[in-house]
């Protein structure tokens, strides 16, 4: 009969229950001596915050410069608790496969990325040919673009120790803006020879004036293309078509709360901190560097910021789950990687002037600027201490610092009662 069913499966929960409250009970009584259950991470709480500021600026704290690493931390909610109990020596050997996959997808994409964007030549459109010819190649690298961040997010995860997943998005951020300098601002310099263009870099490093002076000013129309088809992007994202269409199947299964958790949040291979960072920092790179060849594209960079502004001012606000931050990074490597575009630009120009000017005066005064932005960008690495405030602030008086109160708590999932 059913009812002896039910009666039997509450009694195997209520036993499950007593059995999980006995392992937990042991657990923590284990956890009182060192060893043992322990591992060799741990959260500390501080009282005050100018006792946190001083811990996280210790150093030679044992002889072993290894023995121990001091950092703030993440989000409890963001926390990857398997990523802490990682052996050292196993962990740097994921690392090393890591970069090498890395490296190996760099070196593939590039042929991949050719043959997209080559659609065009391939498919003979007839009447609209014109029309395929102009955007099927810009459509053939939006495409690639929003592969792209699936590939290394797999790669970070799989291989990496991040302890957070927001420390995955960062290292995303990183790596697809340089995969997108080399495959979509540097592309006409890059040309087909990924490994030719890098050993030219390495065997004649001021070649590079040269060789982006004679191909990059020839792509304009292209990046015009590219930023305008940007816009259908981000419209796209307003429609939030996927996990309006998970929440929809969900609802099938789930009620209302249960399908609209199932649902979010948003890929955040592309939607998350790290991609938007880094496509967002690209699509200003596009406009710096080739802004001057071009004028028209500093309005189509504009007018992509201003559609940009009210699409995330959206989604980030209204519709979208709130996600874990580390406390402006994200910020402060998007300006990095403004400098990166000033630097860039700073070459390209400098060819472009050496080349076609009547004297070398104008490209001198361009290799001046270059030559400031360097010093820009290592003054930015060096001398900003943004990560913390200045300890002499926080003695003097630290109650004028708002600290965002902590709700959560470090403790591992497992370990935390449920509520049935």
Known sequence: PRIDAIEHWQKKIEEAKEQIKAERDRINEDAKTPG??????????????????????L???????????????????????????QDDTAQEFRTVIGYLLV????????????????????????????????????MGLQLMVAFLPTFLIMIFRQFFTLRADAFAQHKLQVWYFWFQVVFVVLATAVGQNVRGFMQTLLEKPFAIFGV???????????????????????AMGMMRYVPLAKYKVALKIWDEAGAKQVAEP?????????????????????GIVYGTLSPPINVL?????????????????????????????????????????????GILMTGVLMQRAATYGPGMIAAGALVYAFYSNACFHDKFNWEKLPFEEMADDETKYKHKEE??????????????
């Open 36 to 57: 043992g259950v322990n591992s060799s991470s741990g959260f500390v709480t501080f009282a005050h915050s100018s006792d946190a500021e001083i811990a996280l600026g």
């Open 59 to 85: 150093s030679g704290i044992s002889k072993d410069a290894d023995a121990w690493e001091v950092y703030s931390p993440p989000s409890p909610s963001d926390i990857l608790w398997d990523d802490l109990t």
């Open 103 to 138: 490296v190996g997808l760099y070196f593939t994409y590039m042929p991949i990325v050719i043959g997209v964007t080559n659609i065009a030549k391939v498919i003979d459109m007839g009447p609209m040919q014109s029309l395929w010819a102009g955007l099927a190649p810009t």
């Open 212 to 234: 982006m002076a004679k191909t990059m000013p020839y792509a304009t129309h292209f990046y015009m293309n590219f930023l305008v088809l940007a816009w259908t992007t981000h």
């Open 266 to 286: 948003e890929d955040q291979d592309y939607y998350g901190m790290g991609g938007r960072s880094a496509r967002w920092a690209i699509f200003m790179t596009i």
């Open 301 to 345: 960079c504009f007018i992509n910021f201003a559609v940009s502004r009210i699409a995330y001012g959206y989604l980030m606000v209204f519709a979208e789950t709130k996600k874990p931050d580390l406390g402006g990074v994200f910020f402060v490597k998007q300006m990095e990687h403004m400098n990166v575009a000033l630097i860039i630009y």
């Open 407 to 420: 709700k959560a708590v470090y403790m591992q999932p497992e370990m935390i009662e449920a509520e049935f």
